[in-house]
């Protein structure tokens, strides 16, 4: 229930396109219609919209893990 509301909600928003899981939790959007890269779009969320926090790299070696 949760992934499809997820992937319906995704599908809502201008420029974005998401098929519904077939049972993962997992969704992929395609953001081709906005405008921006997908890069462009994981850095604002990093960054300026606070989804996700980036460890230091005092505290983590491997710097590909958020």
Do not use: H
Not at 3 to 10: A, K, N, Q, R, V
Not at 15 to 23: E, I, R
Not at 54 to 63: D, F, W
């Amino acid at each position: 229930m949760l992934p499809l509301m997820l992937s319906d909600g995704l599908n809502d928003l201008p420029g974005v396109s998401c098929l519904a899981p077939d049972g993962a939790f997992y969704v992929f959007p395609n953001v081709k219609g906005t405008g921006i890269s997908s890069r462009e779009l994981a850095d604002y969320l990093l960054y300026e919209a606070g989804v996700a926090k980036p460890i230091s790299k005092r505290r983590c070696a491997a710097q590909r893990w958020l």
